[in-house]
């Protein structure tokens, strides 16, 4: 079982900043992929930014230049740098993560794909 905690959401005006962070824990051996999707109200999730172990990073186009994904291989934590945030960006946000995990109480591994529980980002203009 690999969990993932977001923290750092929030209320903010239109051409503010906020980080996100998001941790994994749990039986990890190793992490691939980190990423932060978002859902509004009506929409489907979408991906906002996705950064690989090797530190190669992917971003949706409404945020290229805005928004800074990286992350902390040592801490299995990957953070969202949002700035110059606008009303669009409200939205829940929501990290992933991918990799292999140990199981059954031995060093047996199987893969993993998790989601955390979703952080709520409000922007107001």
């Known amino acids: 079982q690999v969990q993932l905690v977001e923290s750092g959401g929030g209320l903010v005006q239109a051409g503010e900043s906020l980080i996100l962070s998001c941790a994994a824990s749990?039986?990890?051996?190793?992490?691939?992929?980190m990423g932060w999707y978002r859902q509004a109200p009506g929409n489907q999730r979408e991906l906002v930014a996705h950064i690989t172990s090797g530190g190669i990073t992917n971003y949706a186009d409404s945020v290229k230049g805005r928004i800074t994904i990286s992350r902390d291989n040592a801490k299995n934590t990957v953070y969202l740098q949002m700035n110059s945030l606008k009303p669009e960006d409200t939205a829940g946000y929501y990290c992933?993560?991918?990799?292999?995990?140990?199981?059954?109480?031995?060093?047996?591994?199987?893969?993993?794909?998790?989601w955390g529980q979703g952080t709520q980002v409000t922007v107001s203009s």
């Open positions: 992933n993560a991918d990799g292999w995990a140990y199981y059954g109480g031995s060093n047996l591994k199987k893969p993993f794909n998790s």
């Open positions: 749990g039986s990890i051996f190793s992490i691939n992929g």
